[in-house]
Nanobody, 131 residues
């Protein structure tokens, strides 16, 4: 059974940093695009970032995190990371990792931020940013 597993969440003060990790059991990320989403209480799940695990490594970010968050991958370890800097209290949420079969294109219409595009989801990791 495929399991996506996130780790690295925690409590941090505003302006602080956290690095989230995502891996999977019984699933190679090789042919997938991996996305990070977050969901705060009472809010919709929103896209944060995605990366194609293939060599093209196409990356997308939500406008709200550009310049502060960095997504990366380690092919050998089957891992995807989300480095989050200068965190804000309003970014307190459960952060989810998800896998989408295939790559998102670098140009043109892309559905990287559409949660229905993703085939597998992790259970999430809590990130709490205190003010």
């Amino acid at each position: 059974e495929v399991q996506i597993v996130e780790s690295g969440g925690g409590v941090v003060q505003a302006g602080g940093s956290l690095r989230l990790s995502c891996t999977a059991s019984d699933l190679s990320f090789e042919n997938y695009a991996i996305g990070w989403f977050r969901q705060a209480p009472g809010n919709e799940r929103e896209a944060v970032s995605s990366i194609n695990f293939s060599d093209d490594g196409v990356i997308y970010y939500a406008d709200s995190v550009k310049g502060r968050f960095t997504i990366s991958k380690d092919n050998a370890k089957n891992m995807v990371y989300l480095q989050m800097n200068n965190l804000k209290p309003e970014e307190t949420a459960i952060y989810y990792c998800a896998a989408n079969w295939g790559n998102f294109p670098a140009v043109g219409a892309t559905m990287w931020d559409d949660k229905t595009e993703y085939d597998y989801w992790g259970q999430g990791t809590q990130v709490t940013v205190s003010s």
